[in-house]
């Protein structure tokens, strides 16, 4: 970054950061050295930094603005509930009309069978719920030896304890440690790991992995499998077509239960409600957060399909609760959110016209030097930067990717980097021109970085 700059807060901002602020995911010391990026305002899909510069935000923020920033219907909708009831809890009894309206309206959107939801406070806590309540079920059902969570190798599914134990991020697993009886199969990441093997094959050895683990284990210790429909945090990772066909027979062969954590898939990002109705799958239970308030406010939560649900409704007290599980104004920005995707046919016009569109422009990219594989379906895109498209070889140790995200920053696009993959998840309200916008702007600075590597 430059270190002239044109509005004088944007050093005191810089300072507070450096004298009070741990930020999450953040080196401190390179955090205190350059100062972070300040960030004042947003609309549409662009963001403003405090020094002026209009920003075209492919990512969502962190995958949350599916409607895109500056909905005031948003915002009159939380002002409307803080005036009526700012809080109540959820606990011991009672509810409020606006988590029992939204409880509601997201059984309406969620797979058939799927018809309870258990409200949070963010998606990592929706995944701590699921581990608790998981074992719970088992518990209930005579079964408590059941207790064994499958996760697969890079894939995320939060920053608490249980999150960061169910996810498969080597880096976070060592701060902090783990939990027991969580175990990881590998990922469907065929750029990556794929080796020789063709696409198809990969992604039946990588399914495969699920079960050989199962009986590793034992089927009588194994409570369930969690996987993203398709990992985000991983590198937006779009398994081969062969994979979940694979997964579904596997998993109808064992009594374990299947999570789908939808944090990111869900609330349209592949032009369907959830990931899995995209793929055919049918999970007993799946993580929500992030586009179910288009991250106007925080709110995560848990969708329990009936099977368990019924155990559960005949079991006692859960004991297990958040005060902000369910929060009134959480929940009435969520329902206002939900109603503009519905109305707007927000996902109508992903499905059919800029999604393809989105992804017909950046595998464009593919012709770039630097380009060994753009992938991607509905609003997610994967660019992967290599030194020799054949062989995939990377720059090892040129951190290519960070280097490109440094130039889309300062030539008006953010990008996130994934090591050496760079990775969009765009509002969902991106327009065809705002997609060309990205795809030049990308090539931009994919040019920018390439310079860089030979410079
Ligand atoms: C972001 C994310 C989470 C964690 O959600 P938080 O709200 O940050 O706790 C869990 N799973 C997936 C797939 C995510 O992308």
């Avoid at 049918?282 to 019924?310: F, H, Q, R, W």
């Avoid at 920005?333 to 109305?343: D, Q, S, T, Y």
């Avoid at 609003?379 to 720059?395: H, N, P, Q």
């Avoid at 509002?427 to 021109?433: F, G, M, N």
């Amino acid at each position: 970054m430059s270190t002239t700059y044109n509005n004088p807060q944007t050093l005191q901002w810089q300072a507070m950061s450096r004298d009070h602020h741990l930020a999450p995911f953040s080196d401190y010391q390179q955090l205190s050295d350059s100062g972070p990026r300040i960030i004042v305002k947003g609309d549409g899909v662009y963001l403003w930094d405090s020094e002026g510069h209009k920003i075209l935000d492919g990512m969502a923020g962190l995958w949350c603005a599916a409607i895109g920033y500056g909905r005031d219907e948003l915002a009159d909708a939380a002002s409307r509930q803080m005036k009526e009831l700012p809080f109540y809890n959820t606990f011991f009894m009672t509810a409020h009309p606006p988590v029992l309206e939204l409880a509601k309206v997201i059984a309406e959107i969620a797979p058939p069978s799927m018809n309870h939801v258990f409200f949070t406070g963010s998606g990592s806590e929706g995944n701590d719920t699921m581990l608790r309540m998981v074992r719970h079920y088992w518990a209930l059902k005579g079964q408590p030896s059941k207790k064994v969570i499958i996760g697969r190798h890079n894939g995320y599914h939060g920053s608490t304890v249980a999150g960061a134990s169910l996810g498969g991020m080597q880096g976070m697993h060592e701060q902090g440690g783990m939990i027991p009886d969580i175990v990881h199969i590998p990922q469907p990441y065929w750029f990556g790991e794929g080796g020789d093997m063709p696409a198809d094959e990969f992604g039946i050895w990588a399914a495969e992995q699920l079960e050989k683990k199962i009986l590793e284990v034992g089927v009588d210790k194994v409570a369930a499998f969690i996987a993203e429909p398709i990992q985000g945090a991983g590198g937006v990772i779009v398994p081969p077509d062969s994979y979940w066909p694979k997964i579904r027979e596997i998993l109808a062969k064992y009594d374990i239960l299947f999570v789908a954590d939808e944090v990111i898939c869900g609330f349209g990002r592949t032009g369907e409600w959830f990931g899995s109705d995209y793929y055919g799958n049918t999970p007993d239970l799946m993580t929500i957060a992030k586009g179910l308030t288009s991250g106007y406010i925080p709110m995560g939560g848990l969708i329990v399909g009936d099977k368990v649900a019924e155990v559960l409704k005949q079991g006692g007290d859960f004991n297990h609760g958040f005060t902000y599980s369910g929060h009134p104004v959480a929940a009435a920005v969520a329902l206002e959110n939900i109603r503009i995707l519905r109305e707007e046919k927000i996902l109508e016009r992903v499905r059919a016209e800029t999604a393809p569109y989105l992804q017909q422009r950046l595998r464009e990219l593919l012709d770039h030097p630097l380009v060994g594989e753009v992938r991607g379906l509905g609003m997610l895109g994967a660019i992967e930067l290599v030194k020799d498209k054949t062989t995939r070889e990377r720059y090892a140790g040129k951190g290519v990717g960070m280097l490109c995200r440094g130039h889309c920053f300062n030539n008006g696009l953010i990008m996130r980097a994934v090591g050496d993959t760079m990775i969009i998840a765009p509002p969902l309200v991106i327009s065809k021109a705002e997609i060309d916008e990205l795809v030049s702007k990308a090539r931009r600075c994919l040019d920018l970085t390439l310079q860089d590597l030979q410079g």
